[in-house]
């Protein structure tokens, strides 16, 4: 069992930047991590996934261009620099890892998952 730990959120103004924060204990990072986001009242949505090696990389359209992914597995982080952020940006931002190496969008696909971290944008 790995535990993760988000940090980095906080309140930013539309066209700001952040950059978040995975960090995991317990076993080695092994396999396909990403990050998802929750909004109040809406459902939690897939924004980047990755691959243990990174050489498979997914955006969800909402954080292309605007949104990188990456990973250091010697030091178990996973970020999340964000830029251009827009107020539809605001949400619960959650990482998560899956049981194997392929990248999915559903959060039903991840085991384990941290208790996230507010980003706010405003206007």
């Known amino acids: 069992q790995v535990h993760l730990v988000e940090s980095g959120g906080g309140l930013v103004q539309a066209g700001g930047s952040l950059r978040l924060s995975c960090a995991a204990s317990?076993?080695?990072?092994?396999?396909?991590m990403a990050w998802f986001r929750q909004a109040p009242g809406k459902e939690r949505e897939f924004v980047a996934g990755?691959?243990?090696?990174?050489?498979?990389?997914s955006y969800a359209d909402s954080a292309k261009g605007r949104f990188t992914i990456s990973r250091d597995n010697v030091k178990k982080m996973l970020f999340l620099q964000m830029n251009n952020l827009k107020a539809d940006d605001t949400a619960v931002y959650y990482c998560?890892?899956?049981?194997?190496?392929?990248?999915?969008?559903?959060?039903?696909?991840?085991?384990?998952w941290g208790q996230g971290t507010q980003v706010t944008v405003s206007l």
């Open positions: 990755m691959s243990w090696a990174g050489d498979l990389i």
């Open positions: 317990g076993r080695t990072l092994m396999y396909a």
């Open positions: 998560a890892e899956r049981a194997n190496n392929i990248v999915r969008e559903s959060p039903v696909d991840y085991t384990s």
